[in-house]
């Protein structure tokens, strides 16, 4: 029997994909079976600690049948779109087992999205619903809702967790049991958003099959069992704390799962004592400030068995200082949304652990490192990570043309990272060659912000870059010419004005009066730029 994948998403070949069957990677379970499994053999086990509240896997089991009822009466269909954009709380797990419960697809909105991000995630994939918090961080997503829903025909339903007003409440999603339609687990299954290195935002389709395998993969990998507690204190949306092994790993394994609406030491820390959390993933500006906040407390977590570190580059220094402050056990996490990632292993030597960042789940991850024209480099040697395997996209989600640069005609994502390879396999992530910012694990396209400066009527040319910071990696610096007199207030106001997501407004704003410094082929020359701006001053 075939799957005709949802449109605009690009299957794996046929032969490819009955291999990985085969190996017993794609079992044919949707995402979720994972509760439906865990009710079965954990029912009265405590699976979400959100607040006071507690859901033992029954519980939950129970409620994502009546939400995901609900959504079908309201009109909601397998392989239909739903933006979700919900903080750490219990609604944002039982949001995403109901969407796949009854098959439709999730897209994986984070909370600093506004209008900007939010309208396009809708219009691209015509999503029928909005799943939003009413008031986050001062920031009221009802009105963000009223006005996107205005301008999208076809999204029919704004569903609000807490004060819904005139709008769909969360709390009243409580359908009576039906049979709910079966799930191909070949489908896809949600829309993970790429950190993007062009001018608007690239949705990533993961299926049932794909994302369930490599959790599954993980959660051996990162020694998950019934007795783990597992602290989301990263965004819960985002792929490593979903996903690796994250939330789905650690109900996968009959874990707990202890939502912190912050990863803040003071909202973290409280639940990490009260809850004997033994795993969390953080970024490494994050893992500084714990540690930072842990000393400075004269606090100690001996429930703590590992700390998970990725999303962006762990220094060698920092990572020492983890390891012997923290008194656990470290991980480094270096993985994408598209697909691959790679773990050091929890019998690593040390010296492993803290000069690498791992090796891929599974030994059917196919990975190259070659130079600019596709050639693999010799052994040893930095080059371009390309990658293909059981759980990595072959073409993101309606986007044919910019597929011809983002994978090899033989199927390899382009992951724009630069790696060397150890002899045991572990890879050394060097450097970037893709044009994004990494802001301490939050990933800025250049490109999208500079379409959003010279869309000011008084800016002439713009260019956005990454300038180094020893907290928090890179902060963005957003170098402006312009037409006429312009204030670094006008242009911040301009760019929320424009509903630019919060994490991706500039740290810095350099206003110019001479014209950007060009290469050879007329492009901005950015490393110019980078350099004045090193030396003190775009100008
Ligand atoms: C994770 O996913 P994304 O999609 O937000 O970002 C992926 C990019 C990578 O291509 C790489 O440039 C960077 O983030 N990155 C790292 C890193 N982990 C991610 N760079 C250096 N060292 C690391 N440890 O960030 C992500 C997805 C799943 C698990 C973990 C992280």
């Not at 029928?128 to 920031?139: L, P, Q, R, S």
Request: with cysteine; proline share 6%.
């Amino acid at each position: 029997m075939s799957t005709t994948l949802l449109e605009g998403c690009v299957p794996w070949p046929h032969d490819v994909a009955e291999r990985y069957r085969r190996a017993g990677h794609w079992r044919g379970d949707p995402l979720d079976s994972i509760v439906r499994e865990g009710a079965r053999r954990h029912g009265e086990r405590v699976a979400v600690v959100c607040g006071a509240r507690r859901a033992t896997y029954a519980e939950l089991d129970a409620r994502v049948d009546a939400v995901a009822s609900a959504m079908i009466e309201l009109g909601i269909r397998p392989l239909d779109r739903v933006v979700v954009q919900l903080p750490n709380v219990l609604e944002l797990i039982e949001t995403l087992f109901a969407l796949w419960r009854l098959g439709a697809i999730p897209v994986m909105a984070l909370s600093g999205h506004r209008r900007a991000e939010i309208a396009h995630f809708c219009e691209h994939t015509r999503a029928v619903a909005y799943v939003c918090a009413d008031v986050v961080a001062g920031f009221d997503h009802r009105a963000l809702a009223r006005e996107v829903k205005a301008g999208t025909p076809t999204l029919r339903h704004v569903i609000v967790v807490g004060d819904a007003q005139e709008l769909v409440p969360f709390a009243s999603l409580d359908g009576a049991p039906r049979t709910l339609p079966a799930v191909d687990a070949r489908q896809v299954a949600l829309l993970q958003l790429s950190g993007g290195s062009t001018g608007t935002p690239k949705l990533i389709p993961r299926t049932h099959d794909d994302y369930l395998y490599s959790v599954r993969a993980s959660v051996p990998i990162c020694g998950l069992d019934a007795r783990s507690v597992y602290l989301v204190a990263l965004p819960g949306a985002h792929n490593f704390p979903l996903s690796s092994p994250g939330v789905l790993g650690a109900l996968v394994a009959g874990a707990r799962v202890v939502m912190s609406r912050e990863a803040h030491p003071d909202a973290a820390f409280p639940l990490l004592s009260r809850e004997g959390v033994t795993i969390t993933a953080l970024v490494p500006p994050l893992a500084r400030a714990w540690l930072a906040a842990m000393r400075a407390r004269g606090l100690r977590f001996p429930s703590l068995e590992v700390l998970q570190v990725g999303g962006a580059k762990l220094g060698v220094e920092l990572a020492r200082d983890l390891i012997e402050g923290l008194g656990c056990r470290l991980q480094q996490v270096f993985g994408m949304a598209e697909g691959l990632v790679c773990y050091t292993r929890l019998d690593d030597p040390l010296e492993r652990v803290i000069t690498t960042q791992g090796r891929p789940i599974s030994e059917d991850d196919e990975v190259r490192i070659v130079d600019d024209e596709d050639r693999d480099v010799p052994e040893g040697e930095v080059g371009h990570l390309l990658a293909r395997g059981p759980y990595t996209i072959r073409g993101y989600y309606r986007v044919p043309e910019h597929d011809a640069i983002a994978f090899t005609r033989d199927g390899f994502y382009r992951t724009g990272d630069r790696v060397r390879r150890m002899p045991d396999g572990s890879l050394v992530v060097e450097g970037r060659a893709k044009e994004q910012i990494n802001r301490g694990g939050e990933k800025i396209a250049p490109a999208e912000l500079e379409q959003h400066l010279v869309a000011h009527p008084d800016v002439r040319e713009a260019a956005v870059l990454g300038m180094h910071d020893a907290i928090v990696g890179e902060r963005i610096c957003a170098i402006v010419v312009g037409d006429r007199p312009i204030t670094r207030a006008a242009l911040m106001a301009h760019l929320r004005a424009r509903g630019v997501a919060t994490f991706k407004l500039p740290d810095r704003v350099e206003l110019v009066s001479d014209a950007l410094p060009r290469t050879s082929v007329g492009k901005i020359d950015k490393a110019a730029l980078a350099s004045r701006l090193a030396a003190g001053g775009a100008s």
